[in-house]
């Protein structure tokens, strides 16, 4: 199992993080890889942000944040200005072109993506 965790499903780094994964969505499969797509959004703008889409990915709305917890992800505001220097401005652009339907950001907009590939999920 891949496990992403991301900010929300509004933020446009984090839609062009989606796209890109997949469009490997293929290999994944091919190797029987399920792939987890944490955002501390809602259930109701995961919702909104999933219709008329289809994504191998499976996405999971967690705005308690037990598994960001849980995994030691947190925000950082240092580290969100480093990437506006690295290209960050750029995959906002690109991310924002991707969006089908616009979604409000509701979680941190300061939260560092991060991931972990793992055999078993920890139990919750």
């Not at 907009?109 to 590939?117: D, H, Q, T």
């Given at each position: 199992m891949l496990l992403k965790f991301q900010r929300n499903v509004g933020c446009p780094i984090c839609n062009l993080e989606?796209?890109?994964?997949?469009?490997?969505?293929a290999y994944?499969?091919?190797?029987?890889?399920v792939v987890l797509f944490e955002y501390e959004s809602t259930a109701a703008n995961l919702k909104?942000?999933?219709?008329?889409?289809n994504f191998y990915s499976v996405m999971l709305p967690n705005p308690g944040l037990k598994l960001y917890n849980l995994y030691g992800t947190e925000p950082s505001t240092g580290?969100?200005?480093?990437?506006?220097?690295h290209g960050a401005i750029e995959k906002m652009k690109k991310g924002k072109a991707l969006f089908e339907n616009k979604i409000d950001q509701d979680g941190n907009?300061?939260?560092?993506?991060?991931?972990?590939?793992s055999m078993k999920m920890a139990s919750l």
């Open positions: 989606l796209h890109d994964t997949e469009e490997q969505s994944f499969k091919s190797k029987n890889l909104m942000y999933l219709e008329g889409q580290k969100l200005l480093k990437g506006l220097f907009k300061n939260r560092i993506g991060a991931c972990s590939l």
